[in-house]
């Protein structure tokens, strides 16, 4: 019976000051449900990034611009502009006797333009790349075809849509044949690719590219001479460390490196691209989870404070029950118990509203087209209760000391 009566009184004091208690639930019904929201799109960016990785191959090495540690991203990813690598880099390593291990290996270069048909005008992006595309990232052609290993190095004026760039452009009109305007120049288009959905790895999605021959991308729209990126694909995939090797090895004489440190250019395969991916993601998911916590801290200063004012509104019931012969203890497991009540309402009500906001947004990521599924991190509920009764307890501590030492012959004399 001792045990319920503060229960009692905790719930009765919460219902005689309706909109008190409920604004300071709302700080911890927000701090935990930005915790879990946080937490639940990190995890489910995180799955996407990595899916759409692990979706383009497992026998696939990527060859960047800029030199990296072996856990992080090499320069190129982060933004920065690195022209280390060229036409003739890629040429080399086709080369058997340079790389045996290599199947097929295409050259990239990505920018962004309008692309014009009749009254139709698209931004988008665009991709100059090597005849080998279409064998490196297995693409089908829907109509027409891709295009030649002449038609990449002397500048012809061709391209091959994206299948969603096709549509949005000439609706059910067949684009093959009919010329496309980007920077000002006509372009004949000569295949369309099948829908594929969005890729990862450093490609744009291929349903929303125009794809363009690389020497024609490099010269005539971009005034560039390097390249953004290299793809190879080897024969196995038990021949990819040996690949590697062999590429490491080919471009360090290309490039007259002696020393290994000082390399400009990163060699990467799917499984190191993954780890990279996982630890930069998890990087962002845990910080932006510190951040969400800070709602929390913000939300434990408006639960003490709210005590502090119903403490100095209770003076005189203070009083009254220390004169019937409550302790100080009994004062103080009270106030520690009602804002124990109040965090821990706030944080039932902050779990249901965060993962409900959580579907909700992958719901709508769902319907603007990408491949976004609802995870939510066991962990991430555990987290938010335990700092919220951490809070809790913390920030209830000094309302409670306070009241806990209010003497019973001032407090009866209190107005």
């Known amino acids: 019976m001792r045990f319920w009566n503060p229960i009692?009184?905790?719930?009765?004091?919460?219902?005689?000051?309706?909109?008190?208690?409920?604004?300071?639930?709302?700080?911890?019904?927000?701090?935990?449900?930005?915790?879990?929201?946080?937490?639940?799109?990190?995890?489910?960016?995180?799955?996407?990034?990595?899916?759409?990785?692990?979706g383009i191959g497992s026998?696939?090495?990527?060859?960047?611009?800029?030199?990296?540690?072996?856990?992080?991203?090499?320069?190129s990813v982060m933004g920065i502009s690195v022209t280390t690598l060229t036409y003739d880099d890629l040429r080399?390593?086709?080369?058997?006797?340079?790389?045996?291990?290599?199947?097929?290996?295409?050259?990239?270069?990505?920018?962004?333009?309008?692309?014009?048909?009749?009254?139709?005008?698209?931004?988008?992006?665009?991709?100059?790349?090597?005849?080998?595309?279409?064998?490196?990232?297995?693409?089908?052609?829907?109509?027409?075809?891709?295009?030649?290993?002449?038609?990449?190095?002397?500048?012809?004026?061709?391209?091959?849509?994206?299948?969603?760039?096709?549509?949005?452009?000439f609706n059910n009109t067949n684009p093959l044949n009919k010329k496309v305007e980007?920077?000002?120049?006509k372009y004949t288009i000569i295949g369309v690719f099948k829908e594929r959905g969005s890729l990862g790895f450093g490609v744009s999605n291929q349903d929303n590219s125009v794809f363009i021959p690389l020497f024609t991308a490099q010269k005539l729209i971009m005034g560039i001479n390097h390249l953004g990126f290299i793809r190879a694909k080897v024969v196995s995939t038990n021949l990819i460390e040996s690949g590697k090797n062999n590429i490491f090895k080919i471009?360090?004489?290309?490039?007259?490196?002696?020393?290994?440190?000082?390399?400009?250019?990163?060699?990467?395969?799917?499984?190191?691209?993954?780890?990279?991916?996982?630890?930069?993601?998890?990087?962002?998911?845990?910080?932006?989870?510190?951040?969400?916590?800070?709602?929390?801290?913000?939300?434990?200063?408006?639960?003490?404070?709210?005590?502090?004012?119903a403490v100095n509104q209770r003076i005189w019931e203070i009083g009254l029950r220390k004169a019937l012969g409550?302790?100080?203890?009994?004062?103080?497991?009270?106030?520690?118990?009602?804002?124990?009540?109040?965090?821990?309402?706030?944080?039932?009500?902050?779990?249901i509203l965060g993962i409900l906001v959580s579907f909700l947004i992958s719901v709508i990521a769902g319907i603007l087209g990408y491949e976004w599924k609802f995870l939510i991190s066991f962990w991430s509920i555990i987290v938010a209760v335990a700092i919220s009764v951490i809070i809790g307890i913390l920030f209830g501590l000094y309302p409670a000391y306070k009241a806990s030492r209010i003497s019973p012959m001032e407090a009866l004399r209190y107005e």
């Open 8 to 54: 009692k009184i905790s719930y009765k004091n919460l219902m005689t000051t309706k909109n008190r208690s409920f604004l300071t639930i709302l700080g911890i019904i927000i701090g935990v449900s930005s915790v879990i929201i946080i937490f639940s799109i990190g995890l489910s960016a995180q799955k996407l990034v990595l899916d759409q990785v692990e």
């Open 59 to 75: 026998n696939l090495i990527a060859i960047t611009p800029g030199a990296s540690e072996e856990s992080g991203p090499p320069a």
């Open 92 to 169: 080399a390593i086709k080369q058997k006797r340079n790389v045996p291990e290599i199947e097929y290996a295409a050259g990239y270069v990505l920018g962004t333009a309008s692309v014009l048909w009749k009254n139709n005008n698209l931004n988008t992006s665009f991709s100059g790349v090597t005849a080998d595309y279409i064998q490196v990232e297995n693409a089908e052609i829907e109509n027409g075809r891709f295009f030649t290993k002449e038609e990449e190095r002397n500048l012809s004026r061709v391209v091959v849509l994206g299948n969603k760039i096709a549509r949005d452009l």
């Open 182 to 185: 980007i920077k000002g120049q």
């Open 251 to 309: 471009l360090r004489e290309r490039h007259n490196i002696d020393n290994p440190a000082n390399d400009d250019f990163s060699v990467r395969d799917l499984a190191s691209a993954i780890t990279v991916l996982e630890n930069i993601t998890d990087a962002l998911r845990y910080f932006m989870l510190s951040v969400g916590s800070i709602s929390l801290l913000v939300g434990g200063v408006g639960v003490m404070n709210i005590m502090l004012i």
């Open 326 to 351: 409550a302790k100080i203890a009994d004062i103080f497991s009270q106030f520690i118990l009602e804002t124990l009540t109040v965090v821990w309402l706030g944080g039932i009500l902050g779990i």
